[in-house]
């Protein structure tokens, strides 16, 4: 299947400051890719979708100031969380769309904030 | 909008067994039924996938069936392995033109040897 990675994919962080998140699709172009939430032993929740060249579109509930997300290339989106505080500890997880309509996931990065 | 329920949430097998896992969508307009499987801390692979065209499909040991009328889909692994032991996760789509995935709430199957 196609490659997606995602970096870093542990990282710790004073409460404050800002983490960026890298998604990459290795052996594919992606319009589109996914940002998801997962808290442990619980489902992936959809953040928002990202579209390369346009504004992300974000899920209900999500804070846009707070999560900002970047599609500036068929190959990349990022996730910054801003000013993080330690309810924003979890597994993030993105994911690529092939032409085909398939779905393939990075490998998930551990955001701890202390 | 779309709403994915997944049964059982934990399932214990025996190895040599058959493992049913069963989702329930809401959206009629659903066409795409991906199956995942996550092992701890690490990313959800796809196993198997459905569109909404066929009734069936089936990989080896792995099949997943598709039932329109009553908007549910099934995951049925035989001969179940130890290396089967994971989360499993159903999801579905109601938007084709950017595969926008709702997940069901996972099942954790336990293969004991």
């Known amino acids: 299947g196609a490659v997606v990675s995602q970096h870093p994919s542990r990282v710790i962080c004073k409460s404050g400051t800002s983490v960026k998140i890298e998604c990459r699709s290795l052996d594919f172009q992606a319009t589109t890719m996914f940002w998801y939430r997962q808290f442990p032993k619980k489902s992936l929740m959809l953040m928002a979708t990202s579209n390369e060249g346009s504004k992300a579109t974000y899920e209900q509930g999500v804070e846009k100031d707070k999560f900002l997300i970047n599609h500036a290339s068929l190959t990349l989106s990022t996730l910054t969380v801003t000013s993080a505080h330690p309810e924003d500890s979890s597994f993030y997880i993105c994911?690529?769309?092939?032409?085909?309509?398939?779905?393939?996931f990075g490998e998930g990065s551990r955001l701890t904030v202390l | 909008g779309e709403n994915v329920e997944q049964h059982p949430s934990t399932l214990s097998v025996q190895e040599g067994d058959s493992a049913v896992i069963k989702c329930t969508y809401s959206d009629s307009a659903s066409n795409y039924f991906p199956w995942y499987k996550q092992e701890l801390g690490k990313r959800p692979q796809l196993i198997i996938d459905?569109?909404?065209?066929?009734g069936e499909k089936k990989d080896q040991r792995i099949a997943v069936t598709l039932n329109k009328t009553a908007k549910h889909f099934s995951l049925h692994i035989t001969e179940t392995q130890p290396e089967d032991s994971a989360v499993y996760f159903c999801?579905?789509?109601?938007?084709?033109?950017?595969?926008?995935?709702?997940f069901g709430t996972g099942t954790r199957l336990l293969v004991s040897p």
């Open positions: 459905i569109r909404s065209n066929v």
């Open positions: 999801a579905a789509s109601t938007d084709t033109g950017f595969q926008k995935l709702v």
């Open positions: 994911s690529a769309r092939t032409e085909a309509g398939e779905l393939f």
